[in-house]
């Protein structure tokens, strides 16, 4: 799993070093319906966990990420983003919501394919706060294209007004 650090570059969460200086990720901030914005929060707390994993095709890239999280789709078309979860992709025909938050200038959306699902993987996430959406390059490289994930959707309402993305 990755996630998007502030030099705008993909972080692989299973390569942790011991002691870092300044270590913050990217999420998109939805605490607060009126003021959301993609900020950087520091790396404070790292959450391990064993869990069942979805192998995602999300345009041209394949990810991991746990089956019982969710992902911001949306249609092109309209412009509206909303979160379902990951286990509801099954053999429908849905896009992801696929941004660089840093260099990006107009999002985008890709399709998404549920590939294979495996029994138990072994994974390294940040604690997030209720209302923040993880940034997750689609890639390992500078400037990745982003998805967007959460683990906890309760704070969060059904559709995202990301027309207030300041």
């Not at 870092?20 to 999420?27: A, G, I, L």
């Not at 979160?83 to 429908?92: E, G």
């Not at 896009?95 to 999002?107: D, E, H, R």
């Not at 959460?150 to 300041?166: A, F, R």
Request: net charge negative.
């Amino acid at each position: 799993m990755r996630i998007l650090l502030i030099n705008n570059q993909s972080f692989e969460m299973n390569a942790i070093p011991n002691e870092v200086e300044d270590f913050r990720y990217c999420v998109l901030d939805y605490s607060n319906k009126n003021q959301v914005d993609y900020i950087f929060v520091p790396l404070i707390f790292l959450e391990s966990f064993s869990m069942p994993a979805a192998e995602l095709q999300i345009g041209k890239h394949r990810i991991q990420m746990p089956l019982d999280w969710s992902l911001v789709i949306g249609e092109k078309e309209l412009g509206e983003v909303e979160i379902i979860p990951i286990r509801h992709l099954n053999d429908r025909d849905f896009s992801a919501f696929v941004f660089n938050p840093i260099t990006g200038y107009m999002i985008d959306f890709a399709r998404i394919e549920l590939i294979n699902i495996y029994p138990d993987v072994k994974w390294y996430f940040p604690k997030l706060k209720h209302g923040h959406i993880l940034a997750v390059p689609l890639e390992s490289s500078h400037n990745p294209l982003c998805a967007f994930f959460v683990h906890e959707v309760n704070k969060l309402p059904d559709i995202l007004d990301i027309s207030k993305l300041s």
